[in-house]
């Protein structure tokens, strides 16, 4: 399960963009980092509304992972790889949310 490496996704700014992805629900991608630590506790509120799951895609240990489940407990967050879907929607940065039309670091808008 731990650690969760994904190469191809590192912290960073990501341009918001539509999508056309019909049943995919609500989710996003962070890891364990300052950037997204920050986004994670600004954004819990919005993120729970949504139902949003979190996929945890760079993880070193299980402290680091309780660690991010305190700051939103009422989301449920996995640790996962994110290179799928960092390769289909060509993904380099984190923290961000993925809806059915929208990918965006600003989910309050």
């Known amino acids: 399960m731990l650690p969760v490496n994904t ?21 996003f991608l962070i890891g364990d980092d300052p950037d997204s630590r920050q986004w994670l506790s600004q954004h819990a509120a919005r993120l ?7 996929l945890v895609v760079n993880v070193s240990t299980i402290a680091g ?3 991010l489940r305190t700051l939103a407990p009422d989301i449920l967050l996995s640790p996962a790889s994110g290179s799928e879907l960092a390769r289909r929607l060509q993904l380099q940065h984190y923290p961000v949310l993925i809806t059915e039309s929208t990918l965006t670091q600003q989910p309050s808008l």
Do not use: D, M, W
């Open 48 to 54: 729970a509304q949504l139902h949003a799951v979190g």
């Open 65 to 67: 992972l309780q660690s």
């Open 7 to 27: 190469p191809e996704l590192i912290p960073g700014k990501v341009t918001s963009r539509s999508l056309q992805l019909p049943s995919i629900g609500a989710l």
